[in-house]
């Protein structure tokens, strides 16, 4: 829950809503978003990755403490960034649901937002008797499902501030999760085998440091690129020392590679970079 400034006097709320459990008053207005805004016709430009297609309907809530009935609004954003988002985090949670297959004993304790959720169990029997074993295979029907639901964030608040900034400040929130989520996951900052308070503060503070950068970066690229795709590039962009003749690109040059090295101002792409180069190269990545 989020708690924000209105002018009203009863006592506010900013609640956010599964759209994928809510049930049939989230669905009724992401059809109507969809149908209205043609949302799968957008296309996947810088442009329209910043931009945020929202509907509103007003619905009836219920205080049960005052036994009154009050109005409410539902809001339903939709974001290209958000929904490819979505699917990258899927995407890792299927390949874990893989994982899990080889040790299908494991999968009968799992939450609603754990990897398991896209295994299916099918009891197993030869005689129609109370089945003993199970076999377990990926779920294809959950997971095209819930990708049915990819980009779509849902709010309900009797707020009675402008939708638009209550829908681009619910897009400001899912992109602090993925923050944290980016720390733990591409920058490893989780587990942390540190016991003294200042090592643990500066082991955080290179954390948070690598994400500024890594934003800064995002937005110079135009927000053209995930997160997993601009970190496993880099990681892979290395070159080959060739003797005393310089430098050889050991990676493949991509789009990506490209959009790197003309943010940098420089290129490690070329046929060969020469020692001298390469020195230039390295005194300027330094501020020299």
Known sequence: MRIMKSKATDPTYHV?????RDGKRSTEIIENLGHASDISEIEDTP???NRIFYKQMLV???DEE???AFDQTLIVTYSLKYKLYQQTIRERQIERA??????????????????????KKTPVTNDGEIAEKAAYELNINA?????KYDGFYAVCTNLDDDPAEIARINHDRWEIEESFR????????RPVYLHRDDRIKAHFLTCFISLMIYRILEKQLDNSFTCEEIINTLHKMNVREVGEYGYIPNYTRTE?????????????DNELTTPKAMAGIIRRSKGL
């Open 98 to 119: 893989k994982k899990y297959l080889q040790h299908p004993a494991q999968y009968d304790k799992h939450s609603v937002t754990d990897a398991k959720r896209f295994i």
């Open 47 to 49: 442009e329209n990755r």
């Open 143 to 147: 997971i095209e499902e819930e990708a």
């Open 256 to 268: 990506l590679t490209d959009a790197l090295h003309d943010n940098a101002g420089f290129r490690t």
């Open 16 to 20: 956010i809503q599964d759209v994928k």
């Open 182 to 189: 980016i720390m733990k996951s591409e920058f490893d900052a």
């Open 66 to 68: 005052r036994d009154i």
């Open 60 to 62: 009836e809530g219920y």
